[in-house]
T-cell receptor
Framework: NAGVTQTPKFQVLKTGQSMTLQCAQD?????MSWYRQDPGMGLRLIHY???????DQGEVPNGYNVSRSTTEDFPLRLLSAAPSQTSVYFC????????????FGQGTRLTVV | QQPVQSPQAVILREGEDAVINCSSS?????VHWYRQKHGEAPVFLMI?????EQKGHDKISASFNEKKQQSSLYLTASQLSYSGTYFC???????????FGTGTLLAVQP
């Protein structure tokens, strides 16, 4: 099993550009989420989804869009990149109950200049 | 709202013990613990469920006080491989959102 796959691993954007971070999982998990990790801030929840067609905001959703058209894929879109969005982004998936572990992708390191 | 972890950092010698604490202001269904090595993704260690069920790791233990919304992770006889940043994550409420704390940096020295 591949688990959770994120692409790309590294990306440099110019301010104002848009891009999509890809996330795919092959474990048939209902619950998928995006986190950003910044020094001293831990992992902060951006958006999450409890199943195909259902998404909701996390703690820091501004500047990001998501959609969930299939169980497997959960892309994260940056609409107009800003230097404050420089971060490491992790996608995670789990079965849709609170008592199961989350599986993480390997992360995308994004730099906005 | 992020759970609060303490301490923020701890340095140990091999063989010493450590306790990492996690506290939430919300009623919790479960508490997760993960360890992250530098440049890598977080890796699951343990889940503690409301009602006392615990799933996780052989060499690491934890407790969950449901009334106080607090959890503690116990690392005994630490090894060099224990070094990393430890995160607690909490799940509560109808949305099942997994919210992480700010992390505890653990360094184990020879």
């Amino acid at each position: 099993n591949a688990g959770v796959t994120q692409t790309p691993k590294f990306q440099v954007l110019k301010t104002g550009q848009s891009m999509t971070l890809q996330c795919a999982q092959d474990m048939n998990h209902e619950y998928m989420s995006w986190y950003r990790q910044d020094p001293g801030m831990g992992l902060r929840l951006i958006h999450y989804s409890v199943g195909a067609g259902i998404t909701d905001q996390g703690e820091v959703p501004n500047g990001y869009n998501v959609s969930r058209s299939t169980t497997e894929d959960f892309p994260l879109r940056l609409l107009s990149a800003a230097p404050s969005q420089t971060s490491v982004y992790f996608c995670a998936s789990r079965i849709h109950v609170g008592g199961t572990e989350a599986f993480f992708g390997q992360g995308t390191r994004l730099t906005v200049v | 709202q992020q759970p609060v972890q303490s301490p923020q950092a701890v340095i140990l010698r091999e063989g010493e013990d450590a306790v990492i604490n996690c506290s939430s202001s919300k009623a919790l269904y479960s508490v997760h613990w993960y360890r992250q090595k530098h440049g890598e993704a977080p890796v699951f260690l343990m889940i503690l469920l409301k009602g006392g069920e615990q799933k996780g790791h052989d060499k690491i233990s934890a407790s969950f006080n449901e009334k106080k919304q607090q959890s503690s992770l116990y690392l005994t006889a630490s090894q060099l491989s224990y070094s990393g940043t430890y995160f607690c994550g909490t799940v509560g409420g109808a949305t099942n959102k997994l919210i992480f704390g700010t992390g505890t940096l653990l360094a184990v020295q020879p």
